[in-house]
């Protein structure tokens, strides 16, 4: 079975850093395109950043670019999105998903397999 599973969400401040991870089971994630997304409340689902299944493409959305970095660990099977400079907007939920396609995705209707999300909170 294909499973995604993301941790390393919780309560930081702003200013503070966190490091989402994305662990695979049932498929290897170096041969995936792979991309994460947020959802806060209210809002609907959005890009954050997406990286290429050979990793020389990467996308970062206007909101994170300089903030997020995205990187995979493929001997630990794991991809992670390093978010500095955390801001209160920044606040949602934190799906990673990965698509059967072979090349840079960025459009969320493109990803085939979702984890279930972490929280990502950001206050003082």
């Known amino acids: 079975q294909l499973q995604l599973v993301e941790s390393g969400g919780g309560l930081v401040r702003p200013g503070g850093s966190l490091r989402l991870s994305c662990a695979a089971s049932g498929f290897t994630l170096e041969h995936y395109p792979i991309g994460w997304f947020r959802q806060a409340p209210g809002k609907e689902r959005e890009g954050v950043s997406c990286?290429?299944?050979?990793?020389?493409?990467?996308y970062y959305a206007d909101s994170v670019k300089g903030r997020f970095t995205i990187s995979r660990d493929n001997a630990k099977n794991t991809v992670y999105l390093q978010m500095n400079s955390l801001k209160p907007e920044d606040t949602a939920v934190y799906y990673c998903a990965a698509s059967n396609r072979r090349v840079l995705v960025t459009v969320e209707t493109e990803y085939d397999y979702w984890g279930q999300g972490t929280q990502v909170t950001v206050s003082s």
């Open positions: 990286v290429s299944m050979s990793d020389d493409s990467t």
